[in-house]
């Protein structure tokens, strides 16, 4: 990118790969959900069809994301003088997610030798050699240990630009738009190719502080499905 104007967060999938941006949902429209989610929603319906209850809520808490996202914020690879605007673009991002999920998933900073999603800010993101905002490599897990005992994981390092390719600071809004984005992933979203969604790629100029409309009927509409299939479950179980 020579000009580079747009900066899209890419991001690495160590569980299902580098899937493809140009899936489709319904009406032929992107598909902003995740391959991985939507495999662990059909695990989760598969199994609560056959009975097996402890196994399809196991994953559809897993989608729900069950407990606490235990993060960290790391400054340490910018100029003093940037940490203190990075490390508020990474809270205003976490707050946007936060206000999404209707305070059902708590967001707790920890150190970063107990945080589970790991948040660096660095001068420059490369990627094959090309320069990006940002990227969150992540993993999303649920352990079968036998007897009907399950845990589930989830797992993130995300590096955040703060300058960009020429040198010049990243705006606040455009580190909240990235960080947000990569956040995103995390929590199950895939990439859109819409500008103007926080999802979608990041135009330095206008960057986006919010979802869309369609971003968060997407994401409600698939965290509705795993609470259905965990609350049948619960029914079925004391009857």
């Known amino acids: 990118m020579k000009n580079l104007k747009s900066l899209s967060g890419l991001t690495l999938l160590l569980v299902a790969g580098m899937a493809s941006a140009s899936q489709f949902g319904p009406n032929n429209q992107p598909d902003l959900i995740q391959p991985k989610l939507r495999e662990m929603l059909r695990t989760a319906n598969t199994a609560m069809l056959s009975g097996d209850y402890e196994r399809a809520i196991a994953y559809s808490n897993s989608v729900l994301v ?62 094959m050699g090309t320069n990006i905002a940002g990227f969150a490599v992540w993993q999303r897990q649920v352990f079968d240990w036998g007897n009907n005992n399950f845990t589930s994981n989830i797992t993130a390092d995300i590096k955040l630009r703060s300058q960009t390719p020429t040198g010049r600071l990243m705006p606040k809004d455009a580190m909240v738009h990235t960080a947000a984005h990569e956040i995103g992933h995390v929590l199950g979203l895939w990439d859109s190719p819409t500008f103007g969604d926080i999802m979608g790629p990041l135009y330095l100029k206008s ?22 299939i965990t609350q049948a479950c619960l029914v079925a179980k004391t009857r």
């Open 66 to 127: 069950d407990g606490d996202i235990k993060f960290s914020v790391n400054t340490d690879g910018i100029p003093d003088a940037q940490r203190a605007e990075a490390r508020a673009a990474a809270d205003q991002a976490i707050a946007l997610w936060s206000e999404a999920l209707n305070g059902e998933v708590n967001f707790v900073e920890v150190e970063p030798r107990k945080a589970n999603v790991r948040i660096n800010f660095q001068t420059e993101v490369r990627n």
């Open 207 to 228: 960057p986006v502080t919010k979802l869309s409309e369609r971003e968060l009927t997407a994401f409600r509409e698939a965290r509705s499905e795993a609470k259905q």
